[in-house]
């Protein structure tokens, strides 16, 4: 089932090129009106990820694509650690005070069996390697630990509606081009994909939907455990 990883992310167009960081900045912080909406409907990637904690809390968490630090909004902890190869999206937050430990790999971080979480919200849809990332994770949570992702439904008819008549329509106005290309560049990994390589390395995965099951939903949300 792993032939297909690591993935080879498409090259982007020029134009779009260099737009890139600024756009995807915006994205993640709501920047626009579509996706000042779409920020509204991802709170609930959010909010599952952190309903099984206080927003107040001292269990060690790490967050694999930590992005703005769009997060702590929802939870902090005194043991917070993150994954963000990409400096500029969270170098200026006022948030950064709130992390414990940055790297920019998920490979760099030696120890095991360390964490009671770890942590994504709409990332693992863009690892190029995800099943080391997974097979990582496990390893670096403790026995009792939980690995809490949460996804866009990449790859459904209603996540690619979505996105063309909300991101892509404002990026096709703005920019005159293709948000398709944007979309094909980040999201390498479709949402069943994803689920497969987490079932492989876990044995106990439990799975909710923002809409009506793996057809008719916008989003997901896995928990993952070893007992």
């Known amino acids: ?27 993640r912080e709501g920047g626009s009106a579509a996706s000042s909406v779409s920020q ?3 709170s609930w990637l ?15 968490t790490l967050e694999i694509g930590a992005g703005t630090l769009n997060h702590l909004q929802y939870e902090q902890s005194s043991e ?19 992390i414990r430990n940055v790297y920019d790999d998920i490979a760099d971080i030696q120890e095991v069996a360390v964490y009671d979480r770890i942590i994504s919200i709409a990332t693992f849809e863009h690892v190029l390697n995800l099943p080391e990332v997974v ?13 809490r992702v949460s996804i866009p439904n990449e790859g459904s008819f209603l996540w690619t509606l979505g996105w063309r008549l909300t991101t892509g329509l404002e990026f096709a106005i703005k920019y005159r081009a293709n948000y398709a290309h944007m979309m094909r560049n980040g999201h390498v990994n479709n949402a069943q ?15 909710k939907y923002f809409g009506l099951g793996p057809v008719f939903s916008l989003y997901r949300f896995y928990e993952c455990r070893n007992k």
């Open 40 to 42: 509204k409907l991802e």
């Open 135 to 147: 097979e990582k994770s496990k390893k670096l949570l403790k026995q009792d630990g939980v690995l």
């Open 193 to 207: 994909e994803i689920e497969d390589v987490l079932k492989y390395y876990f044995n106990t995965i439990k799975v």
């Open 80 to 98: 917070y650690d993150i994954v963000e190869p990409f400096l500029s999206l969270f170098e200026d937050s006022e948030r950064l005070k709130y």
């Open 46 to 60: 959010h909010k599952m990820v952190a309903a099984d904690v206080d927003k107040i809390h001292s269990f060690a």
């Open 1 to 27: 089932m792993f032939d297909s990883f690591p993935k080879q992310r498409p090259e982007l167009p020029e134009k779009i090129r260099a737009i890139y960081e600024k756009q995807y900045k915006q994205n």
